[in-house]
C-alpha cells in the first residue's frame, strides 16, 4: 500500500514559479517511477513529468520542458516538481502518481496509486 500527498499548490502570477512536494508513505516508494500529471476543468489528465526510480532518467511533456524539474529524495520519500516561468495554461490541479509497470512513464494507465492533488493557479 502507498499513500501520496502533495503539497505546495497555490495562487501565482504568470513568470512566477511553485514547488510541488509529493510525499510518499511505503517501503518500496525508491523502486518505481514516479510521475506528476495535471487536469483542468473539462480536460483529460495529462502527463506533466516523470522521474525514473533513481533518478537516472527524467521525462518531461513538451509544453513543460525547460520549464519544470523532476527531482526526488529516496531517502525522505519526497518528489518535487519545480515550476518556473509559470503560464496561465498551466493551471490546473496537480496529482503525484505511482507507476506500476516499467512501461511508458507519460501514460496514465501505467499508475497505480494518486495523491487527492494540489491546486495551481496561475492569473495572468
Known amino acids: 500500500q502507498v499513500q501520496l500527498v502533495e503539497s505546495g499548490g497555490g495562487l501565482v502570477q504568470a513568470g512566477g514559479s511553485l514547488r510541488l512536494s509529493c510525499a510518499a508513505s511505503?517501503?518500496?516508494?525508491?523502486?518505481?517511477?514516479m510521475g506528476w500529471f495535471r487536469q483542468a476543468p473539462g480536460e483529460e489528465r495529462e502527463f506533466v513529468a516523470a522521474?525514473?526510480?533513481?533518478?537516472?532518467?527524467?521525462y518531461y511533456a513538451g509544453s513543460v520542458k525547460g520549464r519544470f524539474t523532476i527531482s526526488r529524495d529516496n531517502a525522505q520519500n519526497m518528489v518535487y516538481l519545480q515550476m518556473n516561468s509559470l503560464k496561465p495554461e498551466d493551471t490546473a490541479v496537480y496529482y503525484c502518481?505511482?507507476?506500476?509497470?516499467?512501461?511508458?512513464?507519460?501514460?496514465?494507465?501505467?499508475?497505480?496509486?494518486w495523491g487527492q492533488g494540489t491546486q495551481v493557479t496561475v492569473s495572468s
Open positions: 511505503g517501503r518500496t516508494f525508491s523502486s518505481y517511477t
Open positions: 502518481a505511482k507507476q506500476l509497470s516499467h512501461l511508458d512513464p507519460r501514460s496514465r494507465y501505467e499508475y497505480d496509486y
Open positions: 522521474i525514473s526510480w533513481n533518478g537516472g532518467n527524467t
